[in-house]
């Protein structure tokens, strides 16, 4: 289930970003909790985060939704390069 979290945030940051090729997610497991990174292009963060962060709060409800159907946990950090 785990990979399909990891592509849900990346179907979801690539629908949003201009340059999808430069969109890269990391999964780093833990016992239970998964850590989702993402990592955009440098002008493509504004779009991932949202005025006021709304955008991120909404992909983050999505993933946390999508991993408790799961039977896990989910965290999503959105680094900066």
Known sequence: MSV???ELVEYIAKSLVDNPDEVNVAEVQA???S???LRVAKEDLGKVIGKQGRTARAIRTILSSAATKA?????????ED
């Open 4 to 6: 399909e979290l990891k």
């Open 31 to 33: 016992v239970q909790t």
């Open 35 to 37: 850590v989702i990174e």
């Open 71 to 79: 039977g896990k946990r989910a965290v999503l950090e959105i680094l």
